[in-house]
């Protein structure tokens, strides 16, 4: 099976998280946390930044490593790299989502997640993570 790898920014400010929601393709409508595939020869790191500031027009500091998730969709295997985030420089800016909300933890499920992202989501309920 095909398989792809992910990295995702958990942007956190002021006790909430940044949540976007797909613009475009099989899943829009959902939501997810920003990021995209790492490219070749590419650090997590280096690809978190390259997508948030693609999609986003932010830079962002790396704060933390959250977690690795792996889901089984019909046509591929993710794994998905999760990071803690916060803004560095910039006005957040939505090149490719439709919509985004900042929630904080107890309305982190008011929003339809993609699949994979369920587990981040209670992954970030139990371990309350924090700037
Ligand atoms: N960025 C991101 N992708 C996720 C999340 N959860 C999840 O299942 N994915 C899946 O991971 C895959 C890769 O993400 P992507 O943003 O690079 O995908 P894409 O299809 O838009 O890539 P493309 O712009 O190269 O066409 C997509 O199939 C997406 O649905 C998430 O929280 N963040």
């Not at 959902?30 to 690809?47: Q, R, T, V, Y």
């Not at 490593?65 to 792996?70: A, G, K, M, P, R």
């Amino acid at each position: 099976m095909k398989q792809i790898e992910v990295v995702a920014a958990i942007i956190y400010d002021n006790e909430k998280y940044f949540a976007t929601q797909r613009g475009y393709g099989e899943f829009e409508g959902l939501w997810e946390f920003p990021g995209g595939k790492i490219e070749k020869g590419e650090s997590h790191e280096n690809a978190l930044r390259r997508e948030i500031q693609e999609e986003l027009g932010v830079d962002i500091s790396i704060d933390g490593f959250i977690c690795t998730t792996d889901f089984d969709y019909p046509s591929f295997h993710l794994t998905m790299h999760c990071y803690l985030c916060t803004i560095l420089v910039g006005e957040l800016e939505l090149r490719e989502h439709k919509s985004a909300r900042w929630l904080v933890l107890s309305s982190l499920d008011e929003v339809m997640w993609l699949p994979a992202d369920k587990e981040i989501v209670e992954y970030l309920l139990e371990n309350r993570y924090e700037e």
